[in-house]
């Protein structure tokens, strides 16, 4: 099946492309999202590992 | 709401610890002999289980899987009970995983030295040993899982993620790098043949390093780095978008290690693109970690697993730094082959992935045994004589790199090969193994007074093998606001995650095998070539077994240096039906593509009989068993059988027959040495390595 749907394809380049786009397409989009990320959810998050208090200091 | 009360379980933490330990120590002990016997052959103890091609493959999988394996599951069991508010799901399975992974090392401690290896680098282990390392991959990530269904905390620390995305990436690589046929309880072969499988085993390869060595690491770093100096990470944003980059870019970043190989020059050229790309999010991971130090430096001078972390993501920076270098093909046409790749991977596994390991170690046994460590003067003096050893490993090896690379390129002004003998650019850097080998010794001293130290650690304390904690239980939650941010909602749901970083990998992975495997023109077909003769596929299975591949590459890449070396480069076509593909990595002896025909018959016996007199000075191992041991024939039908199977035109029926022209040929090859006055029975080993050395790279020969 796969075979088919490879063979018909134009060239090797359109493929990269296509990939090539969907990466950069999905990194702008992660960028964005994470500038419109609120400040207290991220500070809510980055002390989860400071949170457990059954540690002994030594 | 009433708190619930549960106890986190950390003997499993501890089993875990102590087996990262015993087999650190294994796995480098096992590296030095080796480094020990590029120089000096006799070290290879004179029989073939203490060989170099067969232990190399047993120091790369100790290390790897062994000792940052079970380094990984100790962190991930302590460090997953707590950012989850959850014991672990099951401690059954717990202690499943942990002693079925146990067992696999041991069953590879077994079979790599008898010679069952698969070839694949870092996938050497055979058939059954793959299936059981599915199984209790699995029963991690059931165990994994169901600790996160159970938690008590909704959102997922970017740790989990890490956590998550080795999971999936792992079993995806594993699996996909193992589909064998098997011939018998011990030995397969790969069901691709040549360039795509050479595609495959270096997509698995790359990113065993990116899956296996950083992501999990990075989840450490992201918890215990925070842990161990008291506030947050740098920064959660960066390291979101790290987290996506890395696992999306790496999964392309394979073909960087076949450049000027066979490989369809637009693979090759993805492979550069994304490897160049990799820097970013690495270098995203390494300054997130640096700089959550920032204002507690002060801190790194007193506390010592600071210091191992430091070292930790400084040797991280470099190894990521030079990985996108090595792939530029300017560099790797110098670089590849050389002792520079050594050299780079040990930066990493040393610096990284040794560094994190020992600072995690120092700060967790303490802990989970209520005391304090033993002796900082001992863990001070571990810090500077592993650092030390680091340098005094890679900077020799470099130095062996930069020599040979630049050797094996130099011509006279006539236009000659100036060092046409390999030999003399190996003899030349000899001196530099020696050293390497001191500064893997340094590095090993220093892991044996670790161990020293964290015993005398535990023997002051005692283990909290149930240590108590409480944690409200998870509210149901209200009905979801539509506003909710989307990446908040993927914080809280695992099993979306998992799905997302797969089909993160899977885009990549697909993209450069799929043409590779099922457009025609990628792998143009040559007419000369021919499968391999009995005798040959035998041979061919014995230069597996004795893991010549550790040392002898067979591609010959398109450079004047090599064509005039080794003769015409390697095509495509040639390899179709290499089950599996032989173009190895590394040339510590000369590569051997075009081998076939270059010496005589009595040549080959008595070099593999005392490499030495045929080659003065040469650093290769005896392989005079080669010339006693009896060549089992009784396999040859099922092998004939097999190859059919995965498409090589044999005749039909040929498997019934096959032992006939194997006889034939091999009393021709034994009644040629007897001309050299060489009595060798037809039936031995050497008969059929020989008669497959020789028949190496001829087939284009022949047409010209």
């Known amino acids: 099946m796969f075979k088919q749907f490879i063979n018909t394809l134009q060239g090797d380049e359109v493929f990269m492309l296509i990939s090539l786009m969907i990466f950069l397409l999905f990194f702008i989009g992660a960028t964005i999202a994470l500038i419109k990320m609120k400040k207290n959810h991220i500070n809510y998050m980055s002390n989860i590992p400071l949170e457990d208090k059954t540690e002994t200091y030594n | ?704």
């Open chain 2, 1 to 704: 709401m009433q708190a619930d009360k549960f106890y986190y379980d950390n003997k499993i933490v501890r089993d875990f610890a102590i087996a990262t330990l015993v087999w650190g120590i294994i796995g480098m002990t096992v590296g030095l002999l080796i480094a020990t016997q590029l120089f000096s052959p006799a070290m290879n103890l004179g029989n073939q289980y203490t060989t170099f091609g067969r232990i190399r493959p047993l120091h790369t999988n100790a290390v790897i899987f062994a000792f940052v394996g079970n380094a990984i599951f100790m962190s991930v069991y302590y460090s997953l009970q707590r950012l989850l508010k959850a014991r672990m799901f099951s401690d059954a399975l717990s202690k499943i995983h942990f002693w079925g992974w146990q067992l696999i090392i041991v069953a590879a401690v077994i079979t790599l030295p008898l010679g069952f290896t698969s070839s694949h680098e870092y996938a050497e282990l055979e058939w059954p040993i793959d299936i059981a390392i599915t199984v209790i991959w699995v029963i991690f990530g059931i165990n994994m899982f169901g600790t996160i269904i159970k938690r008590r905390e909704r959102h997922l620390y970017v740790a989990i993620w890490f956590y998550i995305a080795t999971f999936i990436t792992v079993a995806v690589l594993h699996i996909v790098n193992s589909f064998q046929l098997p011939i018998s309880a011990f030995k397969s072969y790969y069901i691709y043949a040549g360039v795509q499988d050479a595609l495959v085993q270096w997509w698995y390869g790359h990113n065993a390093v990116a899956f296996f060595l950083t992501t999990p690491y990075l989840g450490m770093m992201y918890y215990f780095l925070p842990k161990m100096a008291n506030r947050p990470i740098y920064s959660y944003r960066l390291s979101i978008l790290h987290f996506w980059a890395l696992i999306f870019i790496y999964i392309w970043a394979g073909p960087h290690h076949l450049l000027y190989t066979s490989l369809p020059g637009w693979a090759q050229s993805v492979g550069v693109a994304f490897s160049i790309m990799l820097i970013a999010p690495s270098w995203g991971g390494m300054i997130n970690g640096l700089l959550t130090l920032r204002g507690a430096w002060d801190k790194v001078r007193d506390d010592v697993t600071l210091k191992f972390m430091v070292v930790a993501l400084t040797c991280y920076g470099m190894a990521t730094f030079e990985g996108p270098m090595l792939s530029l093909k300017g560099v790797n046409a110098i670089a590849h082959f050389t002792d520079w790749i050594v050299a780079h991977v040990h930066v990493g596994a040393l610096g990284w992935n040794g560094f994190l390991t020992f600072g995690i170690m120092y700060w967790l046994v303490p802990r989970i045994y209520k005391t304090k460590l033993y002796s900082h003067k001992l863990a001070t003096f571990h810090f500077w004589i592993g650092t030390l050893g680091i340098l005094f490993y890679a900077i020799p090896l470099y130095w062996a790199g930069f020599t040979q690379g630049l050797m094996w390129k130099e011509f006279t002004p006539e236009g000659l090969l100036k060092y046409s003998n390999f030999l003399e650019t190996v003899t030349r850097i000899l001196p530099m193994y020696i050293m390497r080998s001191i500064g893997g010794a340094m590095y090993l001293t220093g892991v044996l007074v670790m161990a020293y130290n964290l015993v005398k650690t535990a023997k002051s304390g005692k283990l909290v093998s149930n240590e108590y904690t409480e944690a409200l239980p998870l509210p149901v939650l209200p009905v979801e606001s539509k506003r909710e941010f989307w990446h908040r909602k993927i914080e809280r749901k695992p099993m979306t995650m998992l799905v997302l970083s797969l089909i993160v990998i899977l885009i990549g992975g697909m993209v450069e095998m799929l043409p590779t495997f099922f457009i025609k023109s990628n792998v143009p077909t040559i007419s000369s070539v021919k499968p391999y003769t009995p005798l040959e596929l035998h041979g061919r299975d014995l230069y597996i077994r004795e893991g010549c591949v550790n040392c002898h590459s067979q591609t010959v890449r398109p450079f004047r240096s090599e064509t005039e070396r080794y003769g015409e480069y390697s095509k495509a076509g040639e390899f179709v039906y290499d089950h599996p593909f032989l173009w190895g990595s590394k040339r510590t002896g000369p590569d051997l593509h075009r081998e076939g025909g270059k010496y005589s018959n009595a040549w080959h016996y008595n070099h593999m009989m005392d490499p030495r007199t045929m080659s003065p000075g040469s650093i290769m191992p005896n392989f005079d068993w080669l010339l006693d041991q009896k060549l089992d024939t009784t396999t040859t039908a099922a092998k004939i059988r097999a190859m059919q199977t995965l498409g090589v035109p044999y005749p039909k029926g040929y498997d019934a027959i096959a032992n006939q022209d194997l006889d034939k040929q091999s009393e021709e090859i034994a009644a040629n040495l007897a001309l050299d006055k060489i009595k060798v029975k037809k039936d031995k080993e050497i008969v059929a390595i020989i008669a497959y050395l020789q028949r190496l790279g001829i087939d284009i020969k022949n047409k010209n």
